[in-house]
Every structure is written in structure tokens, then in C-alpha cells.
């Protein structure tokens, strides 16, 4: 297993402007199209699904890998809340094959050790002092909620492993985790069809922070931790060379929704950054990100067949 750690752009002392990649996957697009807003840090942070990474000095960025399939998802994470600030992934062709099960992991071998179920786990890749905990959600009533899904990332054990780490989780109650947040991933593994994509980019998360009409933290665990009031999906779609984006938006209720239409979440991506202040497929050609992410609703729905 594979994992990187970076610094806050702060501290970061040779800033690399993030490069073009001629593949679908980790491609940042035309290089001949201008890009004033792109995200530095790293060359994995040039890649589509990656946003915009906060420069406060309070965040680090975790890029998880593996030696069969490459960059599995990475994570921006607050050391000081303790939470991450998003989730960011790609699904294509080549990652999307299954060739693990989910419920082989009862006497499974990963990581050094023998697992009873599922291997849920504190993150190797993030300091000792700001890392989530078992015991943190231990009797705290919610759910360990992925936001990379573990059912996104069945191509091999490592992938799979690694969407376990307790920096890919949220608390989330069981009722809006099994719900409408199970319908929207869903949803979005319906679209990861050859036939619909080249590459899905895909950046997700919960509201950690307490600003705004429309943001904000719910509640805190016994343990301090921070349970987000709305939970969030960007999600970008490149096939031939052309682009749509998407965002869905869900206000996090302890309460079975998983019926409503999903039309009823959608939000353009410009609205989706007002509401979370993350700068969304920031590493797109400026022309390219201001289109698809302008786009109107009802134009939305057409293009993503949620009508």
C-alpha cells in the first residue's frame, strides 16, 4: 500500500504548477486553455477531481495509492476539527472492474493483520495526534460513513482496504446513510458506464465549517466529533473530449428520504462552492470550468437524464 502526505501549501517551499497528463485518467485538460485558478501543492493535485486545497496552515492533503490501480482518492483533512473538508476520486474503465469482495474480509489478511469484517481502521498516512479514532465513534449513535464508497473500489483488496480508513469517514446517522446518500452514490455508479464516460471526477464531503445561511456544523459526537448539517457531491464527466458537471446537495436528517427524487438536490457547481467555499474542478481550462459549472439546473437534469 501506497500513501502520500502534504504540508499545507504554506509550508510548501518550491510551488509546482500542476502539468497536463495526455491520458483520461489525470487528465487537467487543454494545455493551450488557459487556467488562472489552478490548485498547486502537488502533481496529483492538478488532476481534475481535485479542488482547490486550503492555504491556512491547518489542513494537510493524503493521496492514497496502490501498486496495482495508482492513485485511489485522496483527502483534505483539518487537523484541528479533526474532519476532513472532502474526498476527492476518479472512476474509469480500468478502476472499475471487480475483482474483490466485499464480504471476503471476515478472515481476510490486509495490512499486517487478520480482520473479523470489515478492516475500519485510523489512518497510517495522517499524524498520530489529529487522526480519528475507533473509539471515537464508539457508541456515538452514527454511522462510520464513507464518502469515497467502499462499493466504488473493488478492483483489487488494497482499494477496497484503503476507502476503510477512518480519514474517509463521517459520522452520519444510519437513516440518511442507507437513504438518500446510498441512492446518490447510486445514482453516480450508474453513470460509470463506458457507454456515458470517459472519466468520472468525483468530490464529496460534509459541511465542517460555521459560516454562511446554508452551512454549518449539526451536532459533535461524545468524542468531539464534528457531525456535518449537509453533506455534498461534485461530480465532473469528460467523454470525447467534451464536459458536464453536476452537484447534489443534502441536508443531513435522521430520517429515510430514499425515495425522494434526486432532481430535488441538484445544484449547479457555482452554487454548490457558494454553499461549501471549496473552488470545485479548479484544475480545468478556465473557459471549460466556467461553462459546466454555470450551467443551469433545469440543463442539468436534462444532461444527467434526472428529469
Not at 456515538?140 to 473500489?153: E, F, L, T, V
Request: hydrophobic residues 35%.
Amino acid at each position: 500500500m501506497i500513501y502520500k502526505l502534504f504540508m499545507p501549501l504554506a509550508l510548501v517551499l518550491a510551488v509546482v504548477m500542476a502539468g497536463c497528463s495526455s491520458s483520461d485518467e489525470g487528465s487537467v485538460g487543454d494545455a493551450d486553455n488557459a487556467n488562472a485558478n489552478s490548485t498547486v501543492l502537488t502533481p496529483e493535485a492538478g488532476r481534475l477531481e481535485f479542488p482547490k486545497t486550503r492555504d491556512d496552515g491547518r489542513s494537510i492533503v493524503i493521496v492514497h495509492s496502490t501498486d496495482g490501480y495508482g492513485i485511489n482518492y485522496a483527502v483534505e483533512w483539518d487537523c484541528d476539527k479533526r474532519a476532513q473538508r472532502w474526498t476527492c476520486y476518479q472512476m474509469y474503465a480500468s478502476n472499475s472492474v471487480t475483482n474483490w469482495n466485499r464480504n471476503k474480509w471476515d478472515g481476510a489478511y490486509w495490512d499486517g493483520r487478520y480482520w473479523n469484517g470489515a478492516p475500519f481502521q485510523e489512518d497510517p498516512g495522517l499524524p498520530e495526534g489529529c487522526r480519528t479514532t475507533l473509539s471515537d465513534y464508539r457508541g456515538s449513535g452514527y454511522d462510520r460513513g464513507h464518502i469515497c464508497p467502499s462499493a466504488d473500489r473493488l478492483c483489487s483488496m488494497d482499494a477496497n482496504g484503503q476507502t476503510f480508513y477512518l480519514s474517509n469517514m463521517h459520522p452520519q446517522h444510519n437513516s440518511f446513510n442507507t437513504g438518500i446518500w446510498q441512492e446518490m452514490e447510486n445514482k453516480v455508479r450508474s453513470w460509470n458506464q463506458n457507454s456515458f464516460r470517459d472519466t468520472l471526477y468525483v468530490c464529496k464531503g460534509g459541511t465542517i465549517e460555521d459560516y454562511g445561511d446554508t452551512q454549518g456544523v449539526k451536532a459533535h459526537t461524545r468524542s468531539g466529533l464534528i457531525v456535518p448539517r449537509y453533506f455534498f457531491m461534485a461530480v465532473l464527466c469528460k467523454r470525447g473530449g467534451m464536459y458536464k458537471a453536476l452537484g447534489f446537495w443534502a441536508e443531513h436528517l435522521n430520517a429515510d428520504h430514499s425515495a425522494d427524487k434526486l432532481s430535488g438536490y441538484v445544484v449547479s457547481i457555482d452554487e454548490l462552492e457558494r454553499r461549501t467555499g471549496i473552488d470545485f474542478f479548479c484544475n480545468l481550462p478556465d473557459d471549460t470550468e466556467a461553462y459546466v459549472e454555470a450551467m443551469p439546473a433545469a440543463n442539468i437534469l436534462r444532461a444527467w437524464g434526472l428529469n
